[in-house]
């Protein structure tokens, strides 16, 4: 292959030194304590990008023979012509802890590279969202949210599960069901995040009340329970329901502003439907 081609060259990745905390020159402190994310400066060279506009991100990555790429089932937006395409569980247990217990696709879509070239393959979430990059190396073991996962380079990773711990109402009422889903191992995983990414670090001890949509993933370290919203009226007829989440720290957390519950409710909003100027001003309002 001449030099200068296409296939050569090496896409930028996001800054994992930071471990996933929002790069200082980009970072906005919040008065709360937590930091808008955004993707920090790239560095000289990477097998990864993340393109696009922040409504809806791309993730183009350069694979070398033999590698690999696995995403969720109906992500895959382009790939040069050596690219093939497979499907698998991964296991029945994999796949059986994936569909029953994790939220996502019981099958996985493999990209694969079986030729001599280097070549390139995007895929893009299913809904309107960012890709945020996870560095198993520096993070294994945590947890994501239900249908958050996008993709994984190589095959050193895996989707794990654990009870939830807290009895009865964390299981029903805090947002992640009766399992936490885990990711563990030493590659690169990229996680769906819709509207604005917030990242802190709790201090031990130190909890923080989330609406339970909006919990996108957390440090192995943190512990997650609920709290009532308030009284009859807060929870029948402001939107909040009966319980929000809370968080506790130690650790790491990030939370998300339009998750695909949400986004879902939004669009589907009663007295919504339909066409013309009425429907797009909700929706344009609803956003």
Excluded at 156 to 180: E, H, N, Y
Excluded at 207 to 236: N, P, S, Y
Excluded at 260 to 281: E, F, K
């Amino acid at each position: 292959m001449k030099p200068g081609t296409m296939m050569e060259s090496r896409p930028w990745q996001q800054d994992m030194s930071t471990s996933l905390r929002a790069n200082d020159a980009q970072a906005r402190q919040m008065g709360s304590g937590f930091e808008v994310w955004a993707s920090a400066p790239p560095p000289d060279s990477s097998n990864y990008m993340i393109l696009g506009s922040e409504f809806s991100q791309i993730l183009e990555v350069n694979l070398q023979p033999g590698e690999l790429i696995t995403a969720e089932p109906r992500t895959m937006l382009y790939m040069s012509s050596g690219m093939n395409l497979e499907a698998d569980m991964g296991g029945v247990g994999q796949g059986l802890k994936r569909g029953c217990c994790a939220g996502e696709s019981m099958f996985r879509l493999h990209l694969c590279n079986n030729t001599d070239n280097v070549e390139k393959v995007a895929v893009t979430p299913t809904f309107p969202a960012k890709v945020v990059p996870i560095d198993l190396g520096e993070h294994d073991g945590m947890v994501f949210n239900r249908g958050a996962f996008l993709a994984a380079i190589g095959k050193d990773w895996k989707v794990d599960i654990k009870r939830v711990q807290g009895g009865l109402g964390v299981c029903c009422c805090a947002g992640q069901g009766l399992f936490l889903n885990t990711l563990h191992g030493n590659g690169m995983v990229f996680l769906n995040a819709g509207g604005s990414v917030l990242t802190k670090v709790l201090a031990p001890g130190e909890e923080i009340v989330v609406d339970k949509h909006a919990v996108l993933a957390f440090e192995r370290t943190v512990t997650i329970g609920i709290r009532r919203t308030g009284g009859l009226m807060v929870c029948c007829c402001a939107g909040q329901g009966l319980f929000n989440t809370v968080l506790t720290g130690p650790g790491f957390i990030m939370v998300h502003s339009m998750a695909l519950s949400r986004l879902r409710s939004a669009i589907a909003m009663p007295g919504q439907g339909g066409g013309g100027n009425a429907g797009g001003a909700n929706a344009g309002g609803g956003a």
